[in-house]
């Protein structure tokens, strides 16, 4: 082999080289983005979740407070004008 065949083959190897950096430059950049939009859709998820826990919370407190309501007329209804024993 001749050094100029040595010389060219150096050369294809390290333009090879080269385009597979490019290549996963650009795979970084891709996976890159494809993280920053998996962040900001997990932020909303995790928003919605916390609203829809935080209504539920409340929904529950009004549940609460209309069956203890519920309780005390039903105990008073069948309490009045009976002796407690």
Known sequence: MTPEDRFQRIEGS????AESQLA?????GGL???QTRNQDTLRVLT???SQYVSAADARMTRIETN???LIRAITAEHT???SQR
């Open 80 to 82: 009045n004008g009976k």
């Open 14 to 17: 390290l333009q090879a080289l």
């Open 24 to 28: 996963l430059q650009a795979a970084i």
């Open 32 to 34: 890159i983005e494809a």
């Open 47 to 49: 928003e919605s979740v």
């Open 67 to 69: 069956l203890d309501g």
